[in-house]
């Protein structure tokens, strides 16, 4: 599986563990929400940097105060269709204050890239078969656009009055 | 009207490059039929029984002469020369092929228009009162607002996968010709108290198979509050709407299952968390989009033409026309003119690209280049002076185009069915020609009057059957085609979702099953009433006796 992190293709040095899974030392591993609730204190306290996978039902709020102890956040698209982790992607950025790297996995397909990535995606596994070259060129397929968003991307109506 | 700026230009080229793109893979097999569904939907590109239907978005209805130009010559050179106008104020091209999409797409763009979220489970085209800005029942013009939500919503990037498609509806006139009722949210302007202009928000509207009537959410929105408002819904909707069950996904059944009251709330709670977005499009913005819909230059007329009152006692047709499909405009000496896109022996709705560009040409000379598209499937030529109202009915006249019908029985709504329709179950475009069949001289010899009769082909509702005065379904039940009729249905001021009457009637009885409600109504109606009021007057019992006794 292809990574994309600020738009050029990296080595994935994340461990995906299970939650019965054992975890040594100082490595850098993403647990699930339940582990990470079973487990808060001694992951916490432990030498390993940590990140968690919400899939598209679980929302980030319950997460919200213990953002600071990821380094990464990974949001699941259980399918194309499904746009929630959109939304949770924004309130993590801008609501909740995640500085980390927010990674898309699950479906992701070119054609959903430039989006997330203004949602405050900065990472992307992507699906099998999707031409890596065109889906880094999609992460900037517009210059433009209407609405502000967890990027830097001003949105028109600042665009056309100086005084923003 | 607006006008693009270099952003918008911008922002709809690229969009063109990437639609482009997405076909061109799709063509050379490099994206499956599934992944690429969403996306064409999300572009008006539907896969219809014969071929590719383009859905072309006209934001709330208003449309230039060069804009309808265009239309004409897409319809010519990449249709059969024709186009149809659908209760979206939108216009559909059944006949395109893939590979044309994108130089359409392009074509369009020229002239500052798209196909952008036509379609799929996105915010669509957002839709407004035909007679902005020209109506004297209006507080305001909702227009500007329109416009700021359109860019608001179009390539969001949060919302551009929603659990389902989301319509909004915004008025600013007492007299609702935008159906806000039936809209996921329905915005009507309206003064507070203290005298500020704001609006009150309705959500949860909607037809298809589980219709509701909206409900009120916000009796009164501060204008500055309102494109965070709307996110706020839109939020809340993206996160807690149902995705396990197509049928159960608009958010009409999420503010059904939470109520209203629980569902206000998650939305309140948003809306408070997200007080410091930058979300005000700011006075400077707002200023810049209203002035493109300041009123245009009239000129000081008399407020009758003596012309126009010596031709409507000489000539009956015109002065039947005259009646029927003009209309009260604000400004003395003018009046609003209805084009009837439903002569007797046409389709509800087609349009020719010769037509296209005679109204073009009339709008150009008589109404400072503006047409708009109504949610009935007509257009409107807003702004013509009375002292040309004789040219301009015979330039319509010329072109099959003055039927004097707005409102009356012969004035359908029907969505294509199963001529064109994938979806469809039964055949409604021949049910509506039969109706206009039988009621040609009817209708004259009765007087009907004022009615409202809508025709889907399926329970997807297109044809907005649910809110016509009479309503008409197409069921199909063991391979043959019947018609549920619904009756009591309004989309205006006293919305109301039509109740079925009884037992559905097959396509021979369906036609003789409307006469004899027309009939209960002729020999019921008291001086001057309407259909509707009589209808609620006196109950459905006798049309249903009518109806059902004599079977
Ligand atoms: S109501 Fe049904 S038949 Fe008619 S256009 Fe909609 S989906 Fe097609």
Redesign the interface.
């Known amino acids: 599986m292809t990574l994309i992190k600020n738009g050029n293709v990296v080595e994935n040095c994340w461990r995906t563990v299970d939650d019965n899974d054992e975890i040594y030392g100082a490595e850098a591993v993403i647990v699930s929400l339940n582990r990470w609730q079973n487990e808060k204190e001694a992951l916490s306290v432990s030498n390993c940097s940590l990140g968690i996978c919400l899939n598209s039902n679980q929302h980030p709020e319950v997460i919200a105060s213990d953002v600071g102890h990821f380094y990464l956040i990974a949001l699941e698209f259980s399918a194309l269709a499904d746009g929630r982790s959109f939304s949770y992607a924004r309130l993590l950025r801008e609501r909740y204050g995640f500085k980390g790297e927010l990674r898309a996995v699950g479906e992701v397909i070119q054609d959903q890239l430039f989006f997330m990535g203004r949602c405050g995606f900065d990472s992307f596994e992507l699906s099998e078969g999707t031409n890596v070259e065109k889906s880094i060129g999609a992460l900037t397929s517009f210059s433009v656009a209407y609405q502000p968003a967890a990027d830097n991307l001003k949105p028109a109506y600042q665009l056309r009055h100086e005084s923003w | 009207m607006y006008q693009y700026?270099q952003?918008?230009h911008?922002?709809i080229k690229?969009?063109v490059?990437?639609y482009r793109?997405?076909v061109s893979r799709r063509l050379e097999g490099?994206?499956s039929e599934d992944?690429f569904r969403?996306?064409r939907l999300k572009n008006g590109l539907y896969m219809q029984l014969h071929a590719y239907m383009l859905r072309v978005a006209i934001p709330y209805g208003l449309m230039s002469s060069d804009q309808l130009r265009m239309l004409a010559y897409i319809g010519r050179k990449y249709d059969k020369g024709y186009g149809h106008f659908t209760t979206r104020q939108n216009l559909q091209y059944n006949w395109p092929t893939l590979e044309d999409t994108p130089d359409i797409l392009e074509n369009l763009a020229s002239v500052e228009m798209s196909a952008i979220q036509t379609s799929g489970?996105v915010n669509r085209n957002v839709t407004s009162d035909p007679y902005a800005g020209v109506a004297p029942d209006e507080l305001e013009d909702p227009r500007p607002y329109a416009e700021i939500i359109r860019?608001?919503v179009?390539?969001?990037?949060?919302?551009?996968?929603?659990?389902r498609k989301f319509k909004i509806a915004i008025t600013g006139a007492e007299d609702d010709r935008a159906a806000i009722n039936v809209h996921d949210i329905g915005l009507k302007l309206k003064k507070n108290a203290a005298g500020e202009i704001g609006f009150i928000v309705l959500v949860g509207g909607g037809l298809g198979r589980s219709p509701f009537i909206g409900k009120v959410i916000r009796e009164f929105l501060p204008k500055d509050d309102l494109i965070r408002y709307i996110q706020a819904i839109l939020?809340v909707y993206?996160?807690e709407g149902r995705?396990d069950n197509l049928y159960k996904a608009r958010i009409k059944i999420l503010v059904h299952q939470l109520g209203i009251k629980n569902f206000a709330k998650l939305v309140e709670d948003e809306f408070k968390?997200s007080k410091d977005?930058?979300?005000l499009?700011?006075r400077?913005?707002e200023e810049?989009i209203s002035a493109f819909f300041a009123p245009p230059d009239y000129v000081k007329l008399p407020i009758d033409d003596i012309g126009v009152v010596e031709a409507s006692t000489n000539d009956n047709a015109f002065a039947e026309w005259l009646e029927r499909n003009v209309t009260r405009h604000k400004q003395a000496g003018y009046a609003i003119v209805n084009v009837s896109l439903k002569p007797l022996d046409g389709v509800p709705g087609d349009i020719t690209s010769d037509q296209m560009d005679a109204i073009a040409r009339l709008a150009e000379k008589y109404s400072f280049s503006q047409i708009r598209a109504t949610h009935r499937q007509n257009l409107v030529l807003p702004d013509v002076a009375k002292r040309d109202l004789i040219s301009v009915w015979q330039g319509l006249c010329d072109k099959n185009l003055a039927t004097a019908n707005l409102n009356r029985i012969s004035d359908i709504i029907c969505c294509p069915g199963m001529d064109y329709c994938s979806l469809a179950t039964t055949r409604s475009i021949p049910i509506a020609q039969r109706l206009n069949e039988r009621f040609k001289h009817l209708d004259n010899i009765l007087n009907i009057g004022e009615i409202h009769l809508n025709i889907s082909g399926c329970i997807n509702a297109c044809g907005h059957h649910h809110v016509g005065h009479i309503g008409i379904l197409g069921v199909e039940k063991n391979g043959e085609e019947f018609y549920q009729v619904t009756l009591g249905g309004s989309s205006s001021r006293d919305a109301e979702i039509g109740k079925i009457i009884g037992p559905a009637f097959s396509s021979e009885e369906i036609v003789d099953a409307v006469e004899k409600l027309i009939g209960v109504y002729i020999s019921n109606r008291e001086v001057g009433e309407q259909y509707l009021d009589t209808y609620r007057r006196i109950g459905p019992i006798l049309f249903k006796e009518a109806l059902y006794d004599a079977h």
Do not use: C, K, Y
């Open positions: 700026d952003t918008d911008t922002l690229e969009r490059a990437e793109d997405q490099n994206i992944n969403p996306l489970n860019q608001f179009t390539l969001h990037p949060e919302f551009s996968w929603l659990p939020r993206n996160m995705r968390a977005d930058i979300l499009v700011g400077e913005e810049r």
